[in-house]
């Protein structure tokens, strides 16, 4: 359950809709550049908006390189999640090629 999925890995799991996605950025981030798939709740209000998460569906957190999605993680397994961070981020996942939205969207700055 400690492992962290690479962008490959969580591409691979949303293709077979075995994982939940949040997006812990800010809403700029967030609308400047993000994954398809998945749900997007700020990292300052995961804990007022942890009822929205299926606890029986295993989670993946992302943001931009991986450290505020590191601290999501660690929240959501404490509290008996299986969670999951993205290694790296979307700027891991853009980096690789993997698809943003929108077409011309791009990895903000915090």
Do not use: K
């Not at 404490?78 to 853009?94: K, S, V, Y």
């Amino acid at each position: 359950m400690d492992q962290d999925y690479t962008p490959e890995q969580v591409a691979e799991l949303l293709a077979s809709s075995t994982i939940q996605l949040v997006d812990v950025r800010e809403t700029h981030e967030h609308a400047a550049g993000r994954i398809a798939a998945g749900d997007h709740i700020e990292l300052g209000e995961l804990t007022a908006r942890a009822g929205e998460i299926d606890r029986d569906v295993p989670i993946v957190f992302y943001c931009r390189s991986g450290g505020r999605s590191a601290m999501a993680t660690e929240a959501f397994r404490t509290a008996g999640f299986d969670a999951h961070n993205m290694a790296g981020g979307l700027l891991a996942w853009h980096g690789r090629g993997l698809p943003i939205e929108p077409p011309d969207g791009f990895v903000a700055e915090p």
